[in-house]
């Protein structure tokens, strides 16, 4: 997607004083990069270790609610920090980022797997026994949670793309 | 055969000489790559956080490490392997660049440290299955580990923003 709304956008952010300041300082862009690979490492093994138990393949001696209640809140510690970075880095550089189809896709890729973590600590905060339940509902968990950890490496993927596309 | 004909005859091996040529897949290495390197941080870290007293109090040591250190691992050797290819199609390049350098110092250090832990400090992690603190040699381990390990992901970003391509090398 590159109408001319969007490109005239990241041009107009490309000079705003932020963007402008960022780019005559060679080492901001490196540094934020680094900033925002540490918190998606946090992010990564956190989510990964939620998504293993509720696949039955780790910490089976643990309930699913304590390993949800031990990772969950890295998940979301991390992402606030990963969203500051990012937004800084594409105020940075817009047209590298905004109009970039790997850039685009990792967006459309981490609001579903928001989505996704958001609603599986929904249901299961609202009833403690729908982790044992057999019914439909809990057959689409490990569905959940493979999409999950599939939807991860597809941004991680598309974040290294974004130079390259 | 000294140091400049290994990189040379490195850089023309099969492997590094695809991955060159094809416009696709060092894109895609480099997305492997990213991706263990972050596996191997993020379960390292909550393993060192536990040493040093900050996260997982409730649960001992010996636990947590028997919990993350297989990810850890597993993505070690494929953030290995993939490093490996990607060294090797630039063979030279990589190994004239500062922060390339200083990755893999750091990344020496942080296995002198995981040695030392595995069989002095922590031979014995069950000894400290009933302690919420650790000694001050256990901690210590942890911060040393989690800050080496930052500095491998700090230089490794560094280095794409300093290569500076040499070609050919006759």
């Known amino acids: 997607m ?30 934020l990069q680094t900033i ?23 910490g089976n001696e643990h ?14 510690f ?67 949670a493979v999409c999950s950890i599939a939807l991860w490496i597809g941004i991680v993927s598309c974040g290294r793309w974004i130079a390259y596309t | 055969m000294n140091i400049t004909s290994i990189l040379q005859a490195l850089y023309s091996n099969p492997v590094a000489q695809t991955i060159r040529e094809n416009e696709l897949l060092f894109p ?10 972050a596996l191997v941080f993020g379960s390292i870290a909550l ?17 947590v490490s028997k919990e993350l250190l297989p990810i850890t691992w597993l993505a070690f050797i494929v953030a290995a392997i993939t490093g490996t290819i990607l060294f090797t199609s630039n063979a030279v390049s990589y190994s004239q660049n500062f922060y390339f350098l200083s990755k893999l110092f750091l990344l020496a250090l942080a296995g ?19 302690s919420l603190q650790l000694p001050l040699s256990a901690r210590l381990a942890g ?8 500095g491998v992901i700090i230089c490794g970003r560094w280095i794409g923003f300093t290569l500076e391509p040499v070609l050919a090398v006759s």
């Open chain 2, 143 to 150: 911060f040393i580990s989690i800050a080496l390990w930052a």
């Open chain 2, 112 to 130: 002198v440290n995981m040695m030392v832990f595995q069989f002095i400090i922590g031979r014995n992690l069950e000894r400290w299955d009933n």
């Open chain 1, 2 to 31: 590159r109408t001319s709304l969007l490109l005239s956008f990241c041009s107009y952010l490309e000079n705003t004083p932020l963007s402008l300041a960022i780019q005559d300082n060679a080492w901001v862009i490196p540094s």
């Open chain 2, 47 to 63: 393993v060192d956080l536990r040493l040093i007293g900050i996260r997982s109090l409730d649960r001992p040591i010996s636990k």
């Open chain 1, 63 to 76: 309930s699913i609610a304590s390993v949800m209640g031990r990772y969950t809140p890295i998940i979301w």
């Open chain 2, 28 to 37: 895609w290495v480099e997305a492997v790559h990213v991706f263990a390197i």
């Open chain 1, 78 to 144: 991390a992402i606030p920090i990963l969203f500051v970075t990012g937004v800084i880095l594409v105020i940075a550089e817009p047209a590298r980022s905004l109009a970039n189809s790997a850039f685009q896709l990792k967006m459309l890729m981490l609001c579903i797997v928001i989505a996704i973590t958001y609603w599986l600590q929904q249901v299961g905060n609202k009833n403690a026994f729908f982790w044992d339940a057999s019914s439909h509902k809990s057959s689409l968990v490990p569905i959940l």
């Open chain 1, 36 to 58: 925002h690979i540490l918190a998606i490492a946090a992010t990564l093994i956190a989510s990964l270790m939620v998504n293993l138990r509720l696949l039955h393949l780790v």
